[in-house]
């Protein structure tokens, strides 16, 4: 299946019953598909006359308490920001892919990593965080897809899965795992008539004297718990390592045969692969850092994720080398293998 | 200098949109803008929104335009263009400039239609001197052809597949041209290539006419329309001959039919050549049929009496 067709699946699969959005390469697979799997589905498909469009009305299927979810690439998901921040001010819970390509402007088509830090920094407005899944494969994309949803409304958030286009356009075999439902707090705040129930509210709207301020607070916290509980990482040859790979998503997976190719030739290298942006596993390379000193962060940007990985262990005294081509380039397994291989032989 | 808009005049005229774009053959929105560039008389800056125009016109460093172009994004083109209008403006009462230009705006439907339609509403109601022109093939066509709100009723598109549940578009097409009249600007106009002659003296009087002006031009799309490659020129006659888009001008508020045909041809002379429509001609979707007719009999009949008055 193509990774942009597994991601529309899985969220059919977690109960997505809302999808608003947007013609946009390399993401268009997915409203095209959901366009007749809705249909069949129960659920609603719309095409928006824009992205800006298409993710306030996920913003209202959102506050009528259905599963939402919303689909783009960097252009478009840059229109989406407002959204996303007001989907956070308000805490609505939903899904956002981003199928990112190359940029800025219009960039082109292919696939990037370069939307790094709008998604974990906040590309929107204000002191708001979402948690932001990094898939490497079809199969994780399938998972953190249904996992987005479950996490969104426990934590009443907007999730984002930052994918790219390479992932989006790419076939795999997959299995069609089950959604297994967790329990789910009730939604007892969306907006589903008020009858026999005290109204409720949802906005972004604070005007009070120390209204926003309290809210910020509560948002705050919640990010707090997030750091704690929904850290996400995987990590491979990290034990013995003396030098580790930091890579998210498909850089990640291109590192794997560069890596394996230098432990095959006796160089003693690890992956660490962030699966969760944000929260980012900061206190895991940290704890890394304590026997390991050499880094290498590999990316699909000029430069983004490696500045989160020198704050997790330069404090340490490692070092972090970086090795990343920007949008409109394609990184080869061949050069990351010399890269990685400059930073072992440079003791 | 003005050339007379005869054939052997405009062959002696260099073509400002030229070699070296990738349009897919037989498109039909390189040609629309040939025949714009030339029937202007001024030299002309424009402005191009993402679409199919704009990605296959400046691929990497080559450029189809020989005029000054600026590309925006796709919800910008009529933004972007005030932005430099308004600047020559400027220039011109600092006497800084003193050179006639004349300046357009070119996006598809998606860009115009849809999500476009705010900054193209402003820039007509702040009174730019410019010429939007729309060149509708009825879809996003540039990402793999989604419905976009030109895309008439029935017709199959990969966010509106045609299927046993949904015979393709279920929501008739937006009336681009009647909305555009609407912002009460001196010229608004629906033209087609296959007439060339009514398009590009439209084009003249738009750009005559001292104001924000608005042009809809249908532009015939074989990998969206799954027609012929070498079938353009052919169905944007026959959709004018049908009344599928008929050819009228508002000027000043007053509508003109631009051209009337003698006889009006069955607009299923227009679907039948057409991929697009071909599930319309099942059996079970007579009644989807005959309400495409419908819509499109219906704004005929209005505009004769429009016109008539």
């Known amino acids: 299946m193509k990774g942009n067709e597994a991601a529309a699946e899985a969220a059919i699969h977690a109960g997505c019953r809302f999808y608003a959005g947007y013609p946009i390469t390399p993401q268009n697979e997915i409203p095209e598909y959901m366009s007749w799997r809705m249909h069949e589905a129960g659920g609603v498909f719309i095409q928006a006359e824009s992205e800006l469009a298409a993710v306030n009305m996920v913003y209202g299927a959102a506050a009528a308490g259905a599963r939402a979810m919303t689909s783009s690439s960097s252009p478009g998901i840059s229109l989406k920001q407002e959204g996303i921040s007001y989907l956070a001010g308000a805490e609505l819970p939903a899904v956002i892919v981003n199928i990112q390509r190359g940029g800025p402007g219009l960039g082109n088509i292919s696939g990037s990593q370069a939307d790094y830090f709008q998604a974990v920094k906040g590309g929107g407005h204000g002191d708001y965080r979402m948690l932001v899944y990094a898939p490497n494969s079809v199969q994780e994309l399938w998972g953190l897809t249904m996992l987005a949803f479950d996490k969104a409304d426990i934590y009443r958030t907007p999730v984002m899965i930052l994918a790219d286009g390479i992932l989006g356009q790419m076939m795999e075999p997959l299995y069609l795992t089950p959604y297994k439902r967790p329990k789910l707090p009730e939604k007892s705040w969306a907006l589903t008539g008020c009858k026999g129930r005290p109204a409720g509210v949802i906005k972004s709207l604070y005007m009070g004297e120390g209204e926003l301020e309290a809210r910020n607070a509560v948002l705050q916290e919640k990010y707090k718990v997030l750091r704690k509980k929904e850290v996400r990482f995987e990590s491979l040859d990290t034990e013995d390592a003396e030098v580790v790979v930091v890579a998210f998503g498909i850089a990640a997976r291109l590192t794997i045969s560069a890596q394996q190719r230098l432990r095959k030739e006796g160089f003693k290298v690890g992956l660490f692969r962030p699966v969760s942006l944000f929260p980012f596993p900061e206190k895991e390379l940290s704890a890394l850092a304590d026997r390991v000193k050499r880094f290498i962060t590999i990316e699909l940007n000029a430069g983004q994720m490696v500045e989160d990985v020198r704050l997790s262990v330069c404090a340490k005294g490692a070092e972090v080398a970086f090795y990343g081509r920007p949008g409109g380039a394609t990184v080869a397994p061949e050069e990351i293998y010399e890269k990685i291989r400059e930073v072992c032989s440079a003791s | ?309």
């Open chain 2, 1 to 309: 200098m003005s050339t007379e808009l005869k054939l052997k005049e405009l062959s002696k005229k260099e073509d400002l949109f030229t070699h070296g774009h990738r349009m897919c053959a037989g498109c039909g929105a390189p040609i629309i803008v040939k025949m714009v560039l030339l029937a202007a008389e001024h030299p002309v800056i424009a402005a191009n929104a993402t679409g199919c125009l704009e990605v296959s016109s400046c691929i990497s460093e080559y450029t189809a335009w020989k005029i000054p172009w600026i590309h925006t994004a796709f919800e910008n083109a009529a933004a972007t263009i005030s932005g430099v209008e308004t600047m020559y403006r400027a220039y011109k009462k600092k006497g800084k400039m003193d050179k006639d230009v004349k300046f357009i705006a070119f996006g598809g439907d998606g860009g115009t239609y849809d999500i476009g339609f705010q900054s193209l509403s402003g820039a007509m109601e702040r009174g730019h001197d410019m010429l939007y022109i729309c060149y509708d093939n009825g879809a996003y066509m540039n990402t793999g052809i989604q419905r976009s709100s030109a895309t008439p009723r029935g017709a199959d598109t990969t966010t509106c597949p045609a299927g046993s549940v949904i015979p393709g578009k279920p929501q008739r097409r937006k009336d681009l041209t009647r909305i555009m009249a609407a912002h009460n600007i001196p010229y608004a106009a629906q033209a087609a290539p296959s007439h060339w002659l009514d398009l590009m003296k439209k084009v003249r009087k738009a750009l005559s006419a001292g104001g924000p002006t608005f042009m809809n031009i249908i532009s015939p799309c074989n990998r969206g329309w799954r027609s012929k490659t070498d079938d353009a020129i052919a169905l944007s006659r026959l959709a004018v001959e049908t009344c599928y888009w008929p050819l009228y001008e508002v000027e000043n508020g007053e509508t003109r039919l631009t051209f009337k045909p003698k006889t009006k041809k069955p607009l299923i002379e227009f679907l039948k050549p057409q991929g697009r429509f071909k599930h319309l001609f099942a059996p079970e979707n007579e009644q989807r049929l005959k309400q495409l007719e419908a819509d499109i009999d219906a704004e005929w009949q209005r505009l004769l009496k429009e016109s008539a008055g």
